[in-house]
């Protein structure tokens, strides 16, 4: 599955390794992570594409969010992951 913005994404590498994050946008081989708690929607992590695991997981709230809005709340996104957990 293609990671696309609103995408639930598992980090496999770093110091987040095994953290759950929201694509917020995506820039090339990069994208932008969200968790709402340690990585706020207003400094969102920049990772590789390589060092993330997709869950085949897309929260359609956010996702129509930031296509829409073109921005999401830090408790949004919380609240999407809780979701999915």
Excluded: C, W
């Excluded at 293609?2 to 639930?8: A, K, N, P, R, T």
């Excluded at 496999?12 to 969200?34: C, E, M, N, P, T």
């Excluded at 085949?56 to 073109?70: E, I, M």
Aim: charged share 30%.
């Amino acid at each position: 599955m293609e990671i696309i913005e609103g995408s639930i994404v598992r980090s496999i590498a770093g110091r987040d390794k095994g953290d759950l994050f929201i694509v917020l946008s995506r820039d090339g081989d990069f994208v932008y992570l969200a968790n709402g708690e340690l990585r706020k929607v207003d400094h969102p992590k920049k990772k590789k594409l390589k060092h993330l695991q997709g869950t085949n997981s897309v929260s359609d709230f956010v996702s129509n969010k930031l296509a829409t809005a073109g921005k999401v709340t830090n408790s949004e996104v919380r609240k999407a992951l809780a979701e999915f957990n």
